[in-house]
């Protein structure tokens, strides 16, 4: 019997019920999809990690490592294995294409996945070649390949199509955001190849080590056991470890905020909505008590109405989740395109099971708690309908200025201040979209701002001409005078720990510009060192004296601050070739950018390959997609969670105001009036919560910003646009539901609602 009372219910109160529904899964779906999202990049990420036995620590030396200094980094106490390794840019013979070409002596370390072909020999005069690089070329297994390294050729037959996790991000230089393998990859040879090619002369200047020694420890053992400096890097800093354990943060922090307050949003409207339908079933639940029921079975009952809601959202919000991430992290979109991984698979953080039961026990307890308070008593007292508390007159409602007021702004008051839950939860409705439709869009404007700071005001070039690493500095600068180009010297150096950037560059065409902390451009002067903003938060200052050591190099460098500049994608230090010079740094320049089409520039030994600007915003482009798709499921999520919200408590207000509406239409009101009356106190409501709103999701996206601002250093920017989107928005989803709950009007009894029945 009561089961065919849940239905009935159900069926009564069909659009809180649905609206419920949608509630819950919209929360649980974005919360869900969005830490599935970062959690299944760790995953995959980590599992690649562990099946290719990835180097928890590389050293470094500019002079090189011998076979000896291997047997002893070996024989260190904590260390499970090492090999020499020799990473180095090569060029694709005729092509303007390059390779990152790997030699490795003991292949059991930070090893390659075999796609197709044969695995690794060192004893094989094959070469093995990234199976993405391989299929945008129109590579197979069997063609020979031709590399040029030290004016010297290597030439092989392709054995293998090979995935390496030390190219899992696989990008030329800083530049390039986005793997680009139709002109930059990654192929591996036994030592043999190189050592031919090179006529027997050889050259490691990198260890690879499995060790479970944290980085200090490390440092002091190999510097003992070499005799000499070298600079150690654990696998926190290198590229493919960071890339993604970086995109992990950033997925962990935007999974944190927005969709945990998608999720409260639509718990808390749960709690007023929950209330409502039992305080109307009131009557109801006093028959029940005259039939014979017991308070048990009554409260068995009803206590069920929020488990099934619970149960039922739940189930559909976690499909609705597995399906945004899917779509976020799709193997055709683009961050499957910038992680190169062998499997993608989707996984659900551990810690979204508690929180899933927990929604479902905490609406299963709101029913509760519902119903028990009603079932104190006697059934006579519960038969009596539901009667709202005495009101006592405001502080307004005291003063002269209250009899001024019209009738319909005095009935809102009232209204809005003896259903203060319901009020404030339509406030929270409100905010809660505006701040989710700030947040999403402002992280749109915030990131196309940076993008056009950086590919239209700094970039002020055509043609990237990247260098040869064998390339002199005399050779880069006859290549800028010829093309009227500007050139840069990017190298990786040690400051206070990490590695950073140095860039020197030789401005004297524009070609490069530079942004202070208000994006304004600035030139380079010649005084000293400039530092990117994140430096300067640590409490650097301008005037300031800093000391790096270069990467893999005892040496160390002072340079004195000068001034702070925007850093566009690395942390960096900055200074004109002329201070280099000056205190004494060695550089060697890699590139040099032009106006000069790419077609104009003609083939050097000197050049390793070419880009036009419009390749690397290109690149960026498709790195944006990712972002793209995560605002549009926010915003597309506000709106839809908005709209849920403010319905269904709009339709709990129309259906506890119904005798009064009844009653003024009795004394004379029509239905536009009434509706009018409606609109405008949720007009009200909405006004105040799109106030509040505003700064509130300013504030959410100061914070994204702060949280994700571990790679780029982008300034917040909310364009006028967005306010106005965000506002008209929350506007039409107001209007619309207010539209449709004043229709109801029309079917409103008056003799049935007079007689004080439900």
Known sequence: MLFRKLVR??????????????????????FVGFNIEWYSIGENTQSYFEKTDFADCRIYSEGGFSSEDA??????????????????????????KSLALNVVENYGISSFLVIEGEGYDKASDGMWLSDQF???????????????YKNAEISARVVGLVKASEY???????????????????????????????????????IYIKSSLEKTEMEEKINDALGKTTL??????????????????????????????????????????????????????GTLKALGFRDRRILRHYT????????????????????????????????????????????????????????????????????KKMLKGTAAEALLPYVPKKMKKTALEKTRLWNKLSFGTKWNLRDILRHKSRSAMTLIGVIGCMVLLVGGLGMRDTVTGFTDLLYHDITNYKSRINLTETASNEDAMAIAERYEGDTLASSSIQYKGRTVTLEIYDISHDRMRFADEDNRLIELGDEGAYICIRMANEGVKVGDTISFSPYGS???????????IRSMMTESITMTRSYAESAGIEYHI????????????????????????????DSFDSFLEVMDMMIFILVLAAVVLGLVVLYNLGTMSYTERYRELATLKVVGFRDKQIGKLLISQNIWLTVIGILIGLPAGVGVLSYLLTALGSEYEMKMTVGALTYCVSILLTFGVSFLVNFFIARKNRKIDMVEALKGRE
């Open 71 to 96: 047997d002893k980094v070996k024989a260190i106490a904590g260390v499970d294995d090492a090999t020499r390794w020799l990473a180095v840019g090569a060029d694709v013979k005729n092509t303007g």
């Open 134 to 148: 391989a299929e945008k070329n129109g590579i197979s297994v069997g063609d020979f390949f031709t590399l040029s």
């Open 168 to 206: 899992m991000v696989c990008v030329a230089d800083d530049n390039q955001i986005m793997p680009d393998y139709s002109s930059y990859g990654y192929a591996f040879v036994s030592p043999e190849v190189i050592k031919a090619a090179l006529g027997g002369y050889e050259f490691y200047p990198q």
């Open 232 to 285: 150690v890097l654990s696998k926190d800093e290198n590229m493919a470890y960071m890339s993604a354990q970086s995109e992990m943060e950033e997925g962990q922090t935007m999974g944190s905020v927005l969709p945990v307050l998608f999720l409260l949003i639509a718990l808390l409207t749960m709690v007023t909505t929950m209330h409502r339908i039992t305080a109307n079933e009131k009557t109801q639940i």
């Open 304 to 371: 069920s109405y929020g488990f099934v809601i619970g149960l039922v959202g739940t189930v559909i919000g976690i499909a609705l989740g597995y399906g945004i991430a899917a779509v976020i992290i799709s193997p055709q979109g683009a961050m499957a395109t910038y992680f190169d991984l062998p499997e993608w698979k989707l996984v659900m953080p551990w810690f979204c099971y508690p929180v899933i039961v927990g929604i479902v026990l905490f609406l299963t307890l709101i029913g509760f708690l519902s119903v």
């Open 554 to 564: 005892d040496r160390s460098y002072e340079v004195r601050v000068a001034g702070v």
């Open 590 to 617: 890699g590139a040099v950018f032009t106006d000069a089409a790419t077609e104009e520039i003609a083939q050097d030994e000197a050049i390793a390959g070419k880009q036009t600007k419009q390749t690397i915003v």
């Open 9 to 30: 219910t159900a069926l009564k109160y069909k659009a809180q019920f649905i609206s419920m529904i949608i509630m819950v899964a919209l929360g649980v779906g974005v």
